[in-house]
């Protein structure tokens, strides 16, 4: 997802409450003979993430209770931007653990050697599928999530225009003018939805169904946030700034977002989904190599695939559990979509070729 996101953006991180120091100890725990018992020398890990991180604080707060550390959560803007960053500081790294690779960016950064093997406990709980580095455990899979072409109910109810279902209408005329979407060079979402593209038509077909798209009016922006809360109008952020566009690339869980923090709360998600625009996109977190604290770097993987942190996800990052049996809230499948057929392209596949692809749509879309 989050996404991730995983989705949540800032407007739901200020909600929560979720600043740079997610959690915050209390000092060592001390006998009565004065002596540290049992705290690691160094109390704090830091996780370095995409904006679109959050957690409950209670959920964290749980963390430092079982462990004894601390967590210092780094947002480093979106899951791509983030990546970037962590391959430029290679081997001397801002923090212990990442939290944001996806599947559309995986090989990029396990073949640059940013994570140190571990097998986090508990990961026999999360079914195969998942499990893309299941041979050498350098990533952790955590969520997963579906990116779709999101809605404006309202716009298309006003216009008494259908909304698009299909990758297909959306370079139809009556939708001319009407996608926002976000640049696949620099965005987890972009990318995915260009590699829904080229799930849906292939090596042959992706490209020529872009320049439908572009002679159709679609609009390209750099990330997630701006797609979403400024120029997509049926978002909350979207009213503020006045966006015009009724269609947006996000997720399918986006919809009990708007539910969640609307007041009052609706009865209905006022965006809807286009279920046949759909990707299908999985996130991890690794080790990261030369963290200074790798004892709390295990310690906090272990912790993210345990059932407190997997149920907290579906209300703070909307996205989708990964380890069997973790309850989902009511509002969260009330008002999301469960997608039946995403578009998929192989993680070798996407190795293969996903620079290749990102430069001819680059070339394409924006010049």
Not at 124 to 132: G, I, N, W
Request: hydrophobic content about 40%; some cysteine.
């Amino acid at each position: 997802m989050s996404t991730t996101k995983k989705l949540a953006g800032t407007a739901l991180a200020v909600a929560l409450g979720v600043g740079t120091l997610a959690a915050c100890g209390d000092g060592d725990a001390k006998g009565k003979d004065g002596a540290v018992s049992g705290t690691p020398k160094t109390k704090q890990v830091t996780l370095v993430t995409h904006d679109s991180f959050a957690s409950t604080p209670a959920v964290l707060k749980a963390f430092e209770k079982e462990t004894g550390y601390t967590v210092k959560v780094l947002k480093s803007g979106d899951a791509g931007t983030a990546l970037n960053q962590e391959i430029l500081t290679k081997g001397s790294p801002r923090g212990d653990v990442f939290f944001g690779v996806d599947n559309t960016l995986l090989s990029r950064a396990l073949d640059n050697g940013l994570f140190t093997p571990y097998e986090a406990k508990g990961l026999a709980e999360v079914p195969e599928q998942y499990r893309l580095d299941k041979a050498e455990h350098r990533v952790t899979p955590v969520d997963s999530g579906d990116i779709c072409v999101n809605y404006d109910k309202k716009y298309f109810a006003d216009k008494k225009l259908a909304p698009p279902q299909t990758l297909d209408d959306l370079a139809k005329p009556a939708y001319k003018d009407l996608l926002v979407v976000e640049n696949a060079a620099t965005s987890s979402p972009g990318l995915g939805f260009l590699l829904a593209t080229v799930g849906k038509y292939g090596d042959q077909g992706w490209e020529e169904y872009w320049g439908k798209l572009k002679a159709n009016g679609v609009e390209v922006v750099d990330g997630w946030e701006q797609a979403y809360n400024e120029r997509f109008s049926g978002s909350a952020g979207g009213k503020k700034a006045k966006g015009d566009r009724p269609l947006v690339v996000s997720y399918a869980s986006s919809p009990p977002v708007e539910v969640l923090y609307a007041e009052p709360q609706p009865k209905d998600a006022p965006t809807g989904v286009a279920t046949g625009t759909c990707f299908r996109q999985t996130e991890f977190a690794g080790l990261l190599k030369g963290a200074k604290n790798e004892a709390g770097g295990k310690a906090l993987l272990d912790f993210m695939i345990g059932k407190k942190f997997q149920e907290d996800m579906p209300l703070t990052m909307f996205v989708n559990p990964v380890v069997k049996g973790a309850a989902l809230p009511e509002l969260f499948t009330r008002h999301g979509v469960v997608v039946a057929k995403p578009e998929t392209v192989a993680p070798d596949r996407i190795a293969k070729n996903r620079e290749q692809w990102v430069k001819a749509w680059t070339a394409l879309v924006l010049k």
